[in-house]
């Protein structure tokens, strides 16, 4: 777990697949984003458990937080992504 675009990041094992949850507030409202493919108002369940391990440690969260993927990338780290 670690801190990310003024929410939590974090990476969660379900069975076999490991999935990149993030967790913060944007405009207000708890949000999360999660790589699983659930998409809409609910939180997945590794969002959910992500959440619930920032609590328990008492995680801080920005009241302007904004999710990695809608953080705009520098062109050369894009490159390194695509790649990738």
């Known amino acids: 777990m670690e801190s990310a675009g003024g929410g939590v990041q974090a990476l969660v ?3 076999d697949t490991t999935f ?3 967790v913060g507030i944007v405009d207000g409202i708890f949000t999360g984003d999660c790589d699983c493919g659930i ?3 609910a939180l997945c369940a590794h969002t959910v ?3 619930l391990t920032a ?3 008492g995680a801080t969260f920005s009241g302007a937080a ?3 993927k809608a953080a705009p990338v520098a062109p050369e780290h894009a490159r390194y992504l695509q790649a990738v």
Do not use: K, L, S
């Open 13 to 15: 094992r379900d069975h």
């Open 55 to 57: 609590f328990h440690a």
């Open 66 to 68: 904004t999710p990695p």
């Open 20 to 22: 990149q949850p993030w």
């Open 49 to 51: 458990a992500t959440a």
């Open 39 to 41: 998409t809409g108002d």
